[in-house]
Nanobody
Framework: QVQLVESGGGLVQAGGSLRLSCAAS????????MGWYRQAPGKQRELVAR???????NYADSVKGRFTISSDNAKNTVYLEMNSLKPEDTAVYYC?????????????WGQGTQVTVSS
């Protein structure tokens, strides 16, 4: 019923920038939280950034000052602007949303998009 589709990943040199997008579709009543996680090979999935429907944000310490999360609530879309990328930012990035459909509320994941930063 709900689908999250990500785009914007790719290969970039260190110091470069990328912008990720994630759009949710389906019979959505509201979205309470939108976020981005990442998982590097051999590591656990970790929170990168999160934004609430009210606009409050929080970031992992490792990306503060370099990444910016934003959302377009009318389009059910969340963005992640990534600047000054480092090789250690290389990972599969997943969007994650807390979505209400009727009386049901659940967390949904995107399929993931690869971000590779070369040194």
């Amino acid at each position: 019923q709900v689908q999250l589709v990500e785009s914007g990943g790719g290969l970039v040199q260190a110091g470069g920038s990328l912008r990720l997008s994630c759009a949710a579709s389906g019979s959505i009543f509201s979205i309470n939280v939108m976020g981005w996680y990442r998982q590097a090979p051999g590591k656990q999935r970790e929170l990168v950034a999160r934004i609430t429907s009210g606009g409050s944000t929080n970031y992992a310490d490792s990306v503060k000052g370099r990444f910016t999360i934003s959302s377009d609530n009318a389009k059910n879309t969340v963005y992640l602007e990534m600047n000054s990328l480092k090789p250690e930012d290389t990972a599969v990035y997943y969007c994650n949303m807390d979505i209400e459909i009727g009386l049901r509320r659940a967390w949904y994941w995107g399929q993931g998009t690869q971000v590779t930063v070369s040194s």
